[in-house]
T-cell receptor, first 110, second 113 residues
Framework: EDQVTQSPEALRLQEGESSSLNCSYT??????LFWYRQDPGKGPEFLFT???AGEEKEKERLKATLTKKESFLHITAPKPEDSATYLC???????????FGRGTSLIVHP | EPEVTQTPSHQVTQMGQEVILRCVPI?????FYWYRQILGQKVEFLVS????????KSEIFDDQFSVERPDGSNFTLKIRSTKLEDSAMYFC???????????FGSGTQLSVL
């Protein structure tokens, strides 16, 4: 069974204070690793897909990286509007279905 | 920008009652999904639907659950006899040929009393 563990559970940053969120995973044959953003009361919003170790994707202040055991979501100079829960998910084997972790709740203070 | 629409946003029901949650996926999408999120817990997969049939389902999706695409636009989740533990936020999602990029709706908050 696929397992996704995210840390920390919660993170508070000051505006401009860069940091990283971690997602460690255990799967039988990674198909893809995904990052989503979820705002309170909303559904997850797709951010990135990573397929192989060494791959990186960037979008505005976010950069996602992937190794054989974990992924990091780096947030550079965050702004209050980056406050959200960030979800990591994996798909494996013959399935395209993402299995989600519990997420990291990020609060960025002005 | 196209979006997945879910109705109602909130549903309150009595234990043992049937509920139908409704979704309008993005119009040119081919794959449809239901997930749920119990308060404080992770987003859990229930079922995926393609070409008018279930393609995958989880252990959660037992005989009490069913899905249907009654016409070209709607996608529904029915719970036949609700239980207290069915209380959760239910998310509908859809994807096009890029099956791994899911677009989620804003959810239906189901409360079973």
């Amino acid at each position: 069974e696929d397992q996704v563990t995210q840390s920390p559970e919660a993170l508070r940053l000051q505006e401009g204070e860069s940091s990283s969120l971690n997602c460690s995973y255990t799967v039988s044959g990674l198909r893809g690793l995904f990052w989503y953003r979820q705002d309170p009361g909303k559904g997850p919003e797709f951010l990135f897909t990573l397929y192989s170790a060494g791959e990186e994707k960037e979008k505005e202040r976010l950069k996602a990286t992937l190794t054989k055991k974990e992924s990091f979501l780096h947030i550079t100079a965050p702004k209050p509007e980056d406050s959200a829960t960030y979800l990591c998910a994996v798909s494996s084997g013959g399935s395209y279905i993402p299995t989600f972790g519990r997420g990291t709740s990020l609060i960025v203070h002005p | 920008e196209p979006e997945v629409t879910q109705t109602p946003s909130h549903q309150v029901t009595q234990m043992g009652q049937e509920v139908i949650l409704r979704c309008v996926p993005i119009s040119n999408h081919l794959y449809f999904y239901w997930y749920r999120q119990i308060l404080g817990q992770k987003v859990e997969f229930l079922v995926s639907f393609y070409n008018n049939e279930i393609s995958e389902k989880s252990e959660i999706f037992d005989d009490q659950f069913s899905v249907e695409r009654p016409d070209g636009s709607n996608f529904t989740l029915k719970i036949r006899s609700t239980k207290l533990e069915d209380s959760a936020m239910y998310f509908c999602a859809s994807s096009d040929r890029d099956r791994e990029k899911l677009f989620f709706g804003s959810g239906t908050q189901l409360s079973v009393l």
